[in-house]
């Protein structure tokens, strides 16, 4: 077979986060890769990604503490967004307060706040009281803690970064404009204004998002990652293409959902399918049903129907095992090792 040669366009961020992938995958296998960069990046905000940073590094051998160091990171706990009224929500990554019984949480906040009240369900979050906290833990502190995070690069340090590494595992890079793409087997374009994602023909297109934090991140990583599992010779790949795109439209769908949950003005009149059910289920008995190819977590989903109204009707009965007393006891003895935890990370 004749050597294969892909082209990916994008700013140096985004043809790092897929040139780096591809090329510890892609170009093992005696394959062409090319990265042309658009040198224009005019967003200043930093590069949000989700925890899943630590797979992908891991399975390309990437050293995120090096990274760290080096492209200005800062831990992300949650993903900070806007609803409807203006106001923003946090969507912690990990899970309020600690599961008991195999019932989550907030089932037995919502008893216990029928007994008496309650700090609001948010102060039950290691994972809000960190990110919200003056100073963040080092990441080797941060490692041992029971939180799941993401990390905040300099947008520029780390695609330059990305490119360094994509460069020493045999990519090549140009800046746009001076690529062959006549030449090109496969053309991977990252645009914002791409609509819908697609692998069709010799072209392949990441719609990017960066609405809510951390979705530009993910959009990459999983275009990268389903490509590099899906790629077959690309002169007879059209059932791969099909699967790829079905793929990241169906992810694609349930960010859909979360968007319109944070934006309409009823989160319960949603036309949407899978967001009328999460609502009613979750209003009926505070569980949160979980489709195919989620991409936020059901802590954030629980935060995002926290914050714009959405309770349920009654806690689950599971959560009636527990006396009354040892409820109240454990929920203020929880609350108080989230604040003693969160001083000790402070003064360390």
Not at 85 to 91: E, K
Not at 154 to 182: H, M, P, T
Request: one cysteine or more; hydrophobic letters at 45%.
């Amino acid at each position: 077979m004749s050597a294969e040669r892909i082209l990916v366009r994008g700013t140096p961020v985004q043809a790092g986060v897929i040139g780096a992938y591809l090329a510890s995958r892609w170009l093992a296998a005696g394959r062409a890769l090319e990265l042309a960069i658009d040198p224009e990046d005019n967003t200043a905000a930093p590069f949000v990604t989700r925890p899943s940073i630590h797979r992908l590094h891991g399975e390309i051998g990437l050293p995120t503490d090096q990274l760290f160091a080096r492209c200005g990171g800062s831990p992300v706990l949650a993903a900070e967004a806007q609803t409807a009224d203006g106001s923003s929500v946090q969507l912690p990554f990990s899970a309020f307060g600690v599961p008991r019984g195999g019932l989550e949480f907030h089932q037995y906040w919502l008893r216990a706040s029928r007994l008496s009240e309650q700090a609001d369900l948010t102060e039950f979050s290691l994972s809000l009281a960190l990110q919200n906290a003056a100073h963040k833990p080092p990441l080797a502190q941060l490692a041992q803690l029971p939180v799941e995070f993401g990390i905040a690069f300099d947008r520029a340090a780390y695609g330059n970064a990305l490119l360094s590494f994509a460069k020493a595992g045999g990519a090549s890079v140009v800046e746009s404009g001076n690529e062959q793409e006549q030449d090109a087997d496969l053309v991977i374009q990252c645009s914002p204004d791409a609509g819908a994602p697609k692998w069709h023909g010799q072209e392949l297109t990441i719609a990017l998002e960066s609405d809510i934090p951390g979705l530009e991140w993910h959009h990459l990583s999983s275009a990268a990652r389903r490509f590099a599992s899906l790629a077959a010779p690309l002169s007879n790949c059209a059932p791969e293409q099909a699967e790829w795109t079905r793929l990241a439209v169906a992810e694609n769908e349930r960010v859909a959902d979360m968007r319109e949950l944070l934006s309409i003005n009823d989160p319960l009149a949603s036309s949407r399918p899978a967001l009328q059910r999460k609502a009613e289920v979750f209003v009926a008995c505070g569980r949160i049903p979980t489709e195919d190819y989620e991409v936020f977590t059901p802590p954030e989903w629980l935060a995002a129907l926290w914050a714009r109204g959405v309770r349920p009707r009654r806690s689950d009965r599971m959560a009636e095992r527990l006396p009354d007393a040892q409820l109240l006891d454990w929920l203020d003895q929880l609350r108080g090792q989230i604040a003693s935890l969160t001083r000790q990370v402070q003064a360390a």
